[in-house]
């Protein structure tokens, strides 16, 4: 297996993985037969976990977490915890797929608003012929509901499953579960399903690659502004942490 470098942003660990890289380690998980859990880390990750020790120790002891925002690359620039490249969530979902449906891996879709996962199924089931969807289920991550959708997870016996309940609550969610369940990879996706299912359109290209994402989506969901506090307060923190002699931030452990 690839032995992936870690970074520390402001005490957040990070694997400093290639999209490919990120590809080759899921293979080896797969693979290797035990359960795995995948975090996609962000800006808001990082200040979460400031403030939220269980959040900060499921990053602590997840078995890859991909740095999924540029905002992370400029601080890894910054704090000299180098990152070579992004690897967007639902970029590397969409990858995933497309390598299940090559191999006869089953995946299965959990979370989003109702008949969001059924659709986001669809497409991919139409941009990669031969995927086999194990299952699909909004659910929620209230601990009521658990028994029924573990459940359904046991009789669905998934290779990766994919978990839409939004951060912390899908990554704290699959933290709690996964050991019990012992699927091989369990990966939380935010709003993945809602980007490929077309229901969210993302943000075009020039913009992504600009680090202009959050604009976008600001532009779109102007709601989310609370949300998008954590960009300017993680921008400061990271100055801070660089000029104010903190060096790669303190942990929140």
């Known amino acids: 297996m690839i032995e992936a470098p870690v970074r520390r942003i402001l005490g957040v660990r990070v694997h400093d993985v290639t999209m490919g890289e990120a590809l080759r380690i899921v293979e080896a998980f797969l693979a290797g037969g035990q359960s795995h859990q995948i975090c996609t880390v962000n800006p808001e990750f990082v200040m979460r976990a400031q403030r939220d020790p269980a959040f900060f120790q499921t990053l602590e002891n997840a078995d890859l977490n991909v740095p999924d925002g540029v905002g992370l690359l400029w601080a890894g620039r910054v704090l000299g ?16 797929a497309a390598r299940a449906a090559e191999r006869g891996w089953r995946i ?30 909004a659910g929620s991550p209230r601990p009521e509901d658990a028994p029924a959708i573990l459940e359904r997870l046991r ?11 939004g951060a912390p609550q899908q990554d704290l969610w699959i933290a709690r579960y996964q050991p019990e369940l012992g699927i091989p990879v369990a990966m939380g996706v935010g709003g ?14 020039w913009m992504r690659e600009a680090g202009l994402e959050w604009l976008y989506r600001l532009i779109r969901q102007p709601w989310r502004w609370r949300r998008m ?25």
């Open 81 to 96: 915890q180098p990152l070579r490249e992004r690897v967007p969530g639902v970029e590397l979902m969409e990858a995933l």
């Open 108 to 137: 299965f879709l959990l979370g989003a608003a109702a008949g969001v996962a059924d659709r986001a199924a669809a497409v991919l089931q139409a941009r990669y012929p031969g995927l086999v969807v194990a299952g699909t289920f």
């Open 155 to 165: 009789r669905a016996r998934p290779d990766l499953l994919f978990v839409a309940y």
């Open 192 to 205: 993945a399903f809602d980007f490929i299912a077309g229901m969210v359109p993302r943000a075009p290209r």
């Open 229 to 253: 506090l954590a960009l300017p307060q993680f921008v400061l923190a990271v100055l801070a942490a660089r000029y104010g002699g903190g060096g790669t931030g303190a942990g929140a452990g």
